[in-house]
């Protein structure tokens, strides 16, 4: 049984090796969306998009597809997106003022390459309307990268997918 194990474990690893360095090599990373994990059963996953158009998502927990799996977009989907979140990085409303330090609510983080640096913005549902404009271009990537399939088993009626219930 180890002998099967090794024999196909090991080749398995070095092509997964392989192609994630193939992909970090020749596509430089632009996105990285971020569902961490939450107290109840928000979807927990990564999902790494770079400027050629590769996408890499890992599931982790409450996904309708854990573990992981490679997609493709058309790299001028990239670039609008780029543009975009540049944009509403630009006219980003301040965080709302608050005395109560809440850790219990589902929070998101996205992460895009500008000038040569990644730079990490997290939301949480209590931010105001920050979370609106983030959430409303990290939907509109999901749904473009075709994430939105695997991270969730059913899309709530009303478009908000935080805390999804199976």
Not at 5 to 14: A, E, H, N, R, V
Not at 22 to 36: C, G, M, Q, S
Not at 41 to 62: H, L
Not at 98 to 127: G, M, W, Y
Request: aromatic residues 10%; proline residues 5%; charged residues 15%.
């Amino acid at each position: 049984m180890r002998y099967w194990l090794k024999l196909l474990g090991i080749p398995s690893l070095i092509v997964l090796t392989v192609l994630l360095g193939a992909t970090l090599t020749y596509h430089r990373l632009i996105f990285v969306i971020d569902h961490p994990i939450c107290f109840g059963t928000c979807p927990v996953y990564t999902a790494w998009i770079f400027r050629g158009g590769t996408i890499v998502y890992y599931g982790k927990q409450d996904t309708a597809s854990t573990g992981l799996h490679f997609g493709h977009i058309d790299a001028s989907q990239v670039q609008q997106f780029s543009v975009r979140y540049t944009n509403i990085l630009e006219h980003l409303p301040p965080l709302p003022a608050s005395n109560v330090i809440v850790t219990d609510v589902p929070e998101l983080s996205i992460a895009f390459r500008q000038n040569n640096e990644l730079n990490h913005l997290t939301v949480k549902d209590t931010d105001g309307l920050r979370v609106a404009l983030i959430h409303r271009l990290i939907n509109e990537l999901e749904a473009a990268a075709q994430i939105t399939n695997l991270a969730y088993a059913t899309v709530p009626s009303n478009g908000v997918k935080g805390s999804v219930i199976r």
